[in-house]
């Protein structure tokens, strides 16, 4: 089992920038992959950046060159640093792990970009 707790999310306008937290009730290293999905209203949950237990990276297209993911392995604790963020980047955001096949997530934090 892996508990997830996300922090960081707000009301920003846009240009600006947040940082996302989300610490999990276990070693990374024993995660094989840590993530975050978004969800926006009327619309399905997507892949916004991954970070596999070897270090490589994923975004979504959409955030390339804008939002960075990190690892602070000491504190278990997986980071989503959102700049440059649009109006189009609202929704809840879900930090994500996948341990041993299992998917795991957390209980969502709401960013909200004003124009």
């Known amino acids: 089992q892996v508990q997830l707790v996300e922090s960081g999310g707000g009301l920003v306008q846009a240009g600006g920038s947040l940082r996302l937290s989300c610490a999990a009730s276990?070693?990374?290293?024993?995660?094989?992959?840590m993530g975050w999905y978004r969800q926006a209203p009327g619309k399905q949950r997507e892949l916004v950046a991954a970070?596999?237990?070897?270090?490589?990276?994923n975004y979504a297209d959409s955030v390339k060159g804008r939002f960075t993911i990190s690892i602070n392995n000491a504190k278990n604790t997986v980071y989503l640093q959102m700049n440059s963020l649009k109006p189009d980047d609202t929704a809840v955001y879900y930090c994500?792990?996948?341990?041993?096949?299992?998917?795991?997530w957390g209980q969502g934090t709401q960013v909200t970009v004003s124009s």
């Open positions: 994500n792990a996948i341990r041993r096949g299992d998917y795991y």
């Open positions: 276990r070693s990374i290293f024993s995660i094989n992959v």
């Open positions: 970070i596999a237990s070897g270090g490589s990276t």
